[in-house]
């Protein structure tokens, strides 16, 4: 079992210049739990590219072209209707549906893209048990980090006290 | 030389005032509210409560009226199909589109103070939008056959006409409404969390728990949270532009005169966004007060929303402007003569009330005294609001009732029904409103504190 050691901070400039400072000293920053987003954890995480446009913008083109699909095909050979003379797949005036639809389309791609990639809903993770965790949601700072292996627990404690960092407590 | 950096500025400045300088001050302020509710008078919210529950409940009865008997109880006879029902519903889409565009177009261009207003702005936009999508179907005659506009295979072997913009609005604002869902929803997560953390009793903690859907706030998360809204915002700006493009195209795509005019789309859009804000500025100085939220919703908040209202109000005159000099220099009889019934016709007392609401009244803003009188905001945006109701009515009444051929020139009178039916309305918005102040929060929790911090670094 993997034990962790987590710290608290009030601000977030604290705990990203914390979260620096122990990966210098061989610590693996495993997260950081914040009230809002803080500007630069990604350094920390993993910052790179995320798929998750791509899914909305594939969902949106996907959902348009099947509702242009429906237009095209009930008006061109499925029902035909020769209205004001104007051409069976009148495409501009289809454009309306799709676009509006093709949005919501991306929305909800999104929607489901965020909740698997960000593990929701998931009603129970250990990090809820660990005391003083529900304050990251209200105004404070938890960095979560991994000991080197190299340290017992109580050294790597005693090392980030030297650095000093207060508060600090187990985490299985 | 003045240099003093902004940092040093007064603290009035600020969108965030002293007595709320701290994260638990902020979430205290907006979650009290909804977990210790004892530590609240509720006599306002339940007199607001009982009296917009009475204007429901007299919209319930006009619809029935209105069901059983059918759309001869209104005022429209054969020249003035449309009525208060369409204008109505072109208000509450106006309405119904100002948040999402407040909220996204705010949040794409770095506006941080939004976070104050953005949440009821969006809260404000769902119940709008639904509320005006009731109209149309209303106004069908035969409203139970409304899922026609629907593709769906069929005994009768038939198939929306795509090129009606009766269909075009029908997807518009679904995928708009549940569009706004989405943003407003997402946007609610994390603050649910919060609340799920606050709460003391166990079912509140539950109820704030299921919402929250075990959110963490974990740097992944928080990172994958933001491209979603910030991406959401870049969708949400199109949308809502075509979603009252599409409406103005309603008008636009006919061949009446006074409506069938490019500017329409354009035009409705701004329209749009000057009753929105209006709108919001008359909820946000609601909302501040009964909940206490002077250090959060401040005097900038309205300063800064009465200079994008003097904005709209010009662009609005100028498209006034661009109507008659059109009519005028299109040369086309019925154009003109239309333009003369707007001014000197039936309708004209409606018609210089709206000119003095939308242009004159917003005017009062050029003075730095009237932005930063939270009254004087609020008298000139509920001015707006009725200027911007009296253009909707006057865009339907005056075409329809001077349109081509002189015999079927008719006046319209609205009858008790057309009246019921609209401040009904206003009620069940009002219900739905203060419902919703009871069970999510108003201002956004985790976006007032990001202000916050980002306001301590300067």
Redesign the interface.
């Given at each position: 079992m993997t034990r962790l050691l987590v710290v608290d901070f009030g601000?977030?400039?604290a705990v990203l210049e914390f979260a620096r400072r122990a990966r210098k000293a061989h610590y693996e920053v495993i997260?950081?739990?914040?009230?809002?987003?803080?500007e630069g954890?990604?350094e920390?995480?993993?910052?790179g590219p995320?798929a998750?446009?791509v899914h909305?913008f594939i969902g949106?083109v996907a959902v348009a072209a099947l509702?242009y699909g429906?237009?095209a095909w009930?008006?061109t050979s499925?029902?035909p209707?020769i209205?004001g003379g104007?051409p069976l797949d009148?495409w501009p005036?289809?454009m309306?549906?799709p676009?509006?639809?093709g949005?919501?389309g991306?929305?909800?791609t999104?929607?489901i893209s965020?909740?698997i990639?960000?593990g929701?809903?998931?009603?129970?993770?250990p990090?809820?048990a660990h005391e003083g965790?529900?304050?990251?949601?209200?105004?404070r700072f938890l960095l979560a980090l991994k000991p080197p292996a190299a340290m017992t627990q109580a050294e790597a404690k005693k090392r980030l006290e030297d650095m000093g960092a207060s508060n600090i407590r187990d985490m299985e | 030389m003045n240099d003093t950096p902004r940092s040093i500025a007064s603290q009035d400045e600020r969108w965030v005032l002293p007595q709320g300088r701290?994260?638990?001050t902020i979430?205290d302020l907006v979650s009290a509210p909804l977990l210790e509710r004892q530590r609240w008078s509720w006599r306002a919210w339940r007199i607001a409560f009982v009296a917009s529950l009475l204007l429901t409940g007299l919209m319930l009865v006009s619809a029935s009226w209105l069901l059983a008997q059918g759309i001869g109880v209104w005022g429209v006879n054969t020249t003035v199909v449309w009525g208060f029902a369409i204008a109505n519903y072109v208000w509450w889409i106006g309405i119904g589109n100002a948040g999402t565009l407040i909220s996204a177009m705010l949040l794409l261009m770095r506006q941080h103070w939004r976070a104050s207003i953005n949440r009821f702005a969006e809260a404000m936009t769902l119940f709008a939008a639904g509320i005006a999508g009731l109209f149309p179907i209303l106004h069908l005659g035969r409203p139970l056959y409304f899922y026609w506009l629907t593709?769906y295979p069929n005994t009768m072997?038939?198939?929306p006409?795509?090129?009606s913009a009766l269909?075009?609005d029908f997807?518009?604002i679904?995928?708009?409404i549940?569009?706004s869902i989405?943003?407003w929803y997402?946007g609610l997560?994390?603050d649910f969390?919060?609340l799920?953390?606050?709460a003391r009793s166990e079912k509140s903690r539950s109820r704030f728990?299921?919402l929250a859907?075990?959110?963490?706030?974990?740097?992944?998360?928080?990172?994958?949270?933001?491209?979603?809204h910030m991406?959401?915002a870049c969708?949400g700006v199109?949308?809502v532009v075509?979603?009252h493009s599409?409406v103005g195209?309603d008008f636009a795509a006919s061949l009446m005169p006074g409506w069938s005019e490019t500017i329409f789309p354009p035009y409705f859009v701004v329209g749009a966004m000057y009753s929105g804000f209006a709108m919001v500025v008359v909820l946000a100085a609601a909302v501040r007060w009964g909940f206490r939220l002077q250090a959060i919703i401040t005097i900038d908040h309205f300063d800064v929303m009465a200079k994008i209202m003097l904005a709209a109000s010009m662009i609005m005159s100028a498209s006034y402007l661009t109507e008659w000099f059109a009519a005028w220099y299109g040369g086309d009889p019925n154009e003109r003569s239309l333009v003369r019934f707007e001014f000197l016709g039936d309708y004209r007392v409606l018609y210089y009330l709206m000119l003095f609401c939308n242009c004159v009244v917003a005017q009062a803003f050029w003075a730095r005294a009237a932005r930063r009188s939270i009254l004087a905001v609020v008298i000139v945006a509920i001015l707006i609001n009725i200027g911007m109701w009296l253009e909707r009515i006057t865009i339907v009444w005056n075409t329809l009732s001077h349109d081509y051929a002189a015999s079927m020139w008719r006046v319209f009178h609205p009858t008790f029904w057309d009246y019921s039916l609209m401040f009904g309305s206003l009620g069940l918005f009002a219900l739905l409103y203060l419902t919703l102040c009871r069970m999510a929060p108003i201002v956004s929790i985790?976006?007032t504190?990001?202000l916050l911090?980002l306001e301590?670094?300067t």
């Open positions: 601000e977030p400039g997260d950081i739990y914040s009230p809002f987003p803080v954890a990604g920390f995480v993993g910052g995320t998750l446009r909305m949106g509702a429906v237009e009930s008006a499925n029902y209707i209205s104007r009148s005036a289809f309306p549906f676009f509006t639809v949005i919501f991306a929305a909800l999104g929607f965020l909740l990639q960000t929701l809903p998931r009603l129970h993770h990090i809820f965790f529900e304050r990251t949601t209200q105004d | 701290s994260y638990e979430t593709p072997a038939l198939w006409q795509w090129r269909i075009w997807w518009a679904l995928s708009y549940l569009f989405l943003f997402v997560i994390p969390a919060c799920r953390d606050r728990g299921a859907l075990g959110w963490r706030g974990s740097a992944r998360q928080w990172r994958l949270y933001h491209i979603y991406t959401m969708l199109p949308l075509s979603l599409v195209l985790h976006e504190r990001h911090s301590k670094q």
